[in-house]
């Protein structure tokens, strides 16, 4: 086998991958890999492996499928494999995720260590333990590292990077630009320290609530409204220390510091006790929690967080002055990429109105009726605006490069109402075109009755950017239009197309 030097490696190289250990973070881990276009392999030997793993993934797919129109890469094949061996023994990128406890990672590190490529990384989701002690029998300490995600994997992007005393600083970097390429965000933690920087926060918070509820100040239902309905959503933009600036003024921080920094002295916490978990705090926590729950399954659960989250993502991509803030501008940068790397789609059957998006009402889409929102259905038809363009090569190189097409004015109909949860695709059919002008017809349908919701007609002209006015499409584009617009020249003019506001019907 051909070694290949560490300084080789470079993100667009992982194309492979393992996960040993498939329960709630392995799969999830698959998951994130297998819908970034890497073929992943897995291990794990419980016999209910590819039924977990199958849930997970269904999930995943279900949250992809709302978080971002961005064209994917062609999904990655899933493969479980019978042995550790068979299935790391050709991966760039190996993640352990198996139960945390020190001895049964190591020994399954090593085995690791001992069939993987000389270049392969090798993470471990643990989610406290030190990599010094992790990677102590290793042959080839030098390329593990800790890579702790947080749940669910596929969607949360960060993933603490933390190397131990035998490992590089290269394979840290390669880490980073790994990480970059399925869309997560690489923190480098500097020094080991045991539970990192993420799980040390939640302990203290983790800590003191089980104080609250032992002590019976509140129940577990009114301890989660407070954090979601006050500082869980700051921290979802800002984190802790940018709000905090904030709340010291116009002075900033160091007023904030010197009239708070007081209170750390009170005695308001227990953060140093310890609670005993005994079986009747146990029981009047699981009680509580059943409660909250409604009665609703951990898939329920699962898909009601996955939806929010998808929500809350597309809301931070958009702030910012459109450039996005947090997780939503790390969101935004891999769609760019995504958009950027994606291949001219294949013509569809122009016989007929183009399908060209299909997409599902998430809870950021809906208002207080639990309808879709206006803006978005336009959204909806910019993104089949932007399909058509996709198929006659005006792509994210094109429009780089100084060229684009640029709606100019767009007719909107509401005919039905799209709810919460329902699936939609549009159709596009276009209307008449010349050197610089793009006329054409869309309709959002529903996807199980196929019944159209909403129509737009809309026109666009193609635009010299630097020079700011329209100017002709280069004859490779209007080569790429001619077959469409010959099949539709042939179809019926649709019901709707010329209208104007307030027309009678």
Same mark, same amino acid.
């Given at each position: !086998?051909?070694?290949?030097?560490?300084?080789?490696?470079?993100?667009?190289?992982?194309?492979?991958?393992?996960?040993?250990?498939?329960?709630?973070?392995?799969?999830?881990?698959?998951?994130?890999?297998?819908?970034?276009?890497?073929?992943?392999?897995?291990?794990?030997?419980?016999?209910? $492996?590819? @039924?977990?793993?199958?849930?997970?993934?269904?999930?995943?797919? @279900?949250?992809?499928?709302?978080?971002?129109?961005?064209?994917?890469?062609?999904?990655?094949?899933?493969?479980?494999?019978?042995?550790? &061996?068979?299935?790391?023994?050709?991966?760039?990128?190996?993640?352990?995720?198996?139960?945390?406890?020190?001895?049964?990672?190591?020994?399954?590190?090593?085995?690791?260590?001992?069939? +993987?490529?000389?270049?392969?990384?090798?993470?471990?989701s643990t989610s406290g333990l030190l990599p010094s002690e992790l990677q102590r029998d290793m042959a080839h300490p030098g390329r593990f590292f800790v890579a702790h995600p947080y749940n669910p994997v596929y969607l949360l992007p960060l993933v603490e990077l933390v190397g131990g005393t035998g490992t590089?600083?290269?394979?840290?970097? /390669?880490?980073?630009?790994?990480?970059?390429?399925?869309?997560?965000?690489?923190?480098?933690?500097?020094?080991?320290?045991?539970?990192?920087?993420?799980?040390?926060?939640?302990?203290?918070l983790w800590r003191e609530a089980l104080w609250l509820i032992h002590d019976g100040i509140c129940d577990t239902e009114t301890l989660d409204n407070v954090i979601r309905y006050s500082f869980g959503l700051r921290w979802a933009q800002m984190g802790l220390f940018e709000t905090y600036r904030i709340a010291? *003024?116009?002075?900033?921080?160091?007023?904030?510091?010197?009239?708070?920094?007081?209170?750390?002295?009170?005695?308001?916490?227990?953060?140093?006790?310890?609670?005993?978990?005994?079986?009747?705090?146990?029981?009047?926590?699981?009680?509580?929690?059943?409660?909250?729950?409604?009665?609703?399954?951990?898939?329920?659960?699962?898909?009601?967080?996955?939806?929010?989250?998808?929500?809350?993502?597309? $809301? %931070?991509?958009?702030?910012?002055?459109?450039?996005?803030? *947090?997780?939503?501008?790390?969101?935004?940068?891999?769609?760019?990429?995504?958009?950027?790397?994606?291949?001219?789609?294949?013509?569809?059957?122009?016989?007929?109105?183009? /399908?060209?998006?299909?997409?599902?009402?998430?809870?950021?889409?809906?208002?207080?009726?639990?309808? !879709?929102?206006?803006? /978005?259905?336009?959204?909806?038809?910019?993104?089949?605006?932007?399909?058509?363009?996709?198929?006659?090569?005006?792509?994210?190189?094109?429009?780089?490069?100084?060229?684009?097409?640029?709606?100019?004015?767009?007719?909107? &109909?509401?005919?039905?109402?799209?709810? %919460?949860?329902?699936?939609?695709?549009?159709?596009?059919?276009?209307?008449?075109?010349?050197?610089? @002008?793009?006329?054409?017809?869309?309709?959002?349908?529903?996807?199980?009755?196929?019944?159209?919701?909403?129509? $737009?007609?809309?026109? !666009?002209?193609?635009?010299?950017? +630097?020079?700011? /006015?329209?100017?002709?499409?280069?004859?490779?584009? %209007?080569?790429?239009?001619?077959?469409?617009?010959?099949?539709?020249?042939?179809?019926?003019?649709?019901?709707?197309?010329? @209208?104007?506001?307030?027309?009678?019907?």
């Open positions: !086998m051909t070694t290949i030097t560490p300084s080789t490696i470079t993100p667009s190289t992982i194309t492979k991958a393992a996960c040993i250990g498939g329960g709630v973070i392995g799969g999830a881990w698959a998951a994130r890999f297998v819908l970034a276009g890497i073929d992943t392999r897995i291990y794990d030997p419980h016999p209910e $492996a590819e @039924r977990i793993i199958g849930e997970v993934m269904a999930n995943a797919e @279900r949250a992809y499928a709302m978080l971002t129109t961005a064209p994917l890469p062609p999904r990655g094949k899933l493969i479980f494999c019978k042995s550790l &061996r068979e299935a790391v023994e050709v991966a760039d990128w190996i993640q352990e995720s198996v139960p945390e406890r020190l001895e049964l990672k190591r020994g399954v590190l090593t085995e690791i260590d001992a069939h +993987a490529r000389p270049d392969a990384l090798i993470g471990s590089t600083a290269d394979t840290i970097a /390669r880490a980073e630009r790994a990480a970059e390429q399925i869309g997560m965000k690489g923190v480098v933690i500097h020094k080991e320290i045991e539970a990192f920087v993420g799980d040390r926060l939640l302990e203290a010291g *003024g116009e002075a900033g921080m160091r007023h904030f510091l010197a009239q708070f920094g007081p209170c750390l002295s009170w005695p308001w916490t227990k953060l140093t006790d310890v609670v005993d978990l005994n079986d009747a705090l146990v029981e009047k926590i699981g009680a509580q929690s059943d409660a909250q729950a409604k009665g609703r399954s951990i898939r329920e659960l699962e898909r009601i967080r996955d939806e929010n989250l998808v929500g809350i993502l597309q $809301a %931070l991509k958009g702030g910012n002055g459109g450039e996005g803030w *947090g997780a939503g501008q790390l969101l935004a940068n891999f769609e760019q990429r995504l958009w950027r790397e994606a291949k001219a789609p294949a013509l569809p059957d122009p016989s007929a109105p183009l /399908r060209l998006v299909e997409a599902k009402v998430s809870a950021a889409w809906v208002d207080y009726n639990g309808h !879709m929102t206006e803006h /978005r259905y336009l959204q909806l038809f910019g993104d089949t605006a932007d399909a058509l363009l996709r198929l006659i090569g005006v792509d994210m190189a094109y429009v780089e490069a100084g060229h684009s097409y640029y709606t100019v004015e767009t007719h909107l &109909r509401h005919l039905g109402e799209a709810r %919460l949860g329902q699936r939609l695709y549009t159709t596009l059919q276009l209307l008449s075109h010349d050197a610089k @002008r793009l006329h054409f017809f869309s309709c959002v349908h529903d996807a199980e009755t196929g019944a159209v919701l909403a129509t $737009a007609e809309q026109m !666009m002209l193609h635009v010299d950017s +630097a020079a700011g /006015r329209a100017s002709p499409a280069p004859q490779a584009v %209007l080569d790429r239009l001619a077959p469409i617009a010959e099949a539709h020249g042939a179809l019926a003019r649709p019901e709707g197309a010329g @209208r104007f506001v307030g027309q009678p019907r």
